[in-house]
């Protein structure tokens, strides 16, 4: 039976590790993430995409038929993630979803979030988590101003972009 298992690979290896498994005539996914584009210098522009899981890559195959020790051997691979010492399946529901989110090259384009002065959005990564705040303006493409309420007044605190999100506004009964 078919199953999808989890690679462990080596430190930004995941692209090699998922050659040389395919060469072997595995069937794998690496999701990938386009964050943006990052400023470069000369002024070039250049897009960058990353590993949705760094150092993971998803492998699939029947256990049964095929061995899956030529994995630990494989340039770029570590092994496959265990739970007592057996290779732990990943849920089919899991890597579908992931799999439609993903273009052909298994990368998935997130929008950037558009907020406008005023609006209130909430911190949802990094030391700062779960706090609601202002949305002030953009710093760059990748960096915006937030008013958060600390030491008694507003202060200004300069975030990535992407650690934002739209707050919940409660209905008014």
Same mark, same amino acid.
């Given at each position: 039976?078919? %199953?999808?298992?989890?690679v462990h690979?080596r430190? $930004?290896?995941?692209? =090699?590790?998922?050659?040389? *498994?395919? $060469? =072997? #005539?595995? +069937?794998?996914?690496?999701? &990938?993430?386009?964050?943006?584009v990052l400023?470069? %210098? #000369?002024? $070039?522009? /250049?897009?960058?995409?990353?590993?949705?899981?760094? $150092?993971y890559? !998803?492998?699939?195959?029947?256990?049964?038929?095929?061995?899956? @020790?030529?994995?630990?051997?494989?340039?770029?691979?570590?092994?496959?993630?265990?739970?007592?010492? =057996?290779?732990?399946?990943v849920?089919?529901?899991f890597?579908?979803?992931?799999?439609?989110?993903?273009d052909?090259?298994?990368?998935?384009?997130?929008?950037?979030? %558009? !907020? /406008?002065p005023?609006? &209130?959005v909430?911190?949802?990564d #990094?030391? *700062?988590?779960? *706090? +609601? @705040?202002?949305?002030? %303006?953009?710093?760059?493409?990748?960096?915006?101003i937030?008013?958060? +309420?600390?030491?008694?007044?507003?202060?200004?605190?300069?975030?990535?972009?992407?650690?934002?999100?739209?707050?919940?506004?409660?209905n008014?009964a």
């Amino acid at each position: 039976m078919l %199953r999808w298992y989890c690679v462990h690979t080596r430190p $930004r290896a995941e692209a =090699q590790a998922l050659e040389h *498994l395919r $060469r =072997q #005539g595995f +069937e794998c996914f690496l999701p &990938r993430l386009r964050r943006g584009v990052l400023r470069v %210098r #000369g002024g $070039r522009r /250049q897009v960058v995409t990353e590993a949705l899981f760094p $150092r993971y890559l !998803f492998l699939c195959a029947d256990a049964d038929v095929t061995s899956l @020790a030529p994995v630990r051997s494989t340039r770029g691979a570590v092994d496959l993630v265990r739970i007592a010492g =057996q290779p732990a399946c990943v849920p089919d529901d899991f890597i579908a979803r992931l799999i439609s989110d993903a273009d052909g090259e298994g990368v998935i384009t997130l929008p950037e979030p %558009r !907020f /406008q002065p005023g609006e &209130r959005v909430t911190i949802n990564d #990094g030391p *700062l988590v779960g *706090l +609601e @705040a202002l949305y002030a %303006r953009a710093e760059g493409e990748h960096r915006v101003i937030v008013l958060v +309420e600390l030491l008694g007044g507003a202060q200004e605190i300069l975030l990535p972009r992407h650690v934002l999100k739209a707050a919940k506004v409660a209905n008014a009964a």
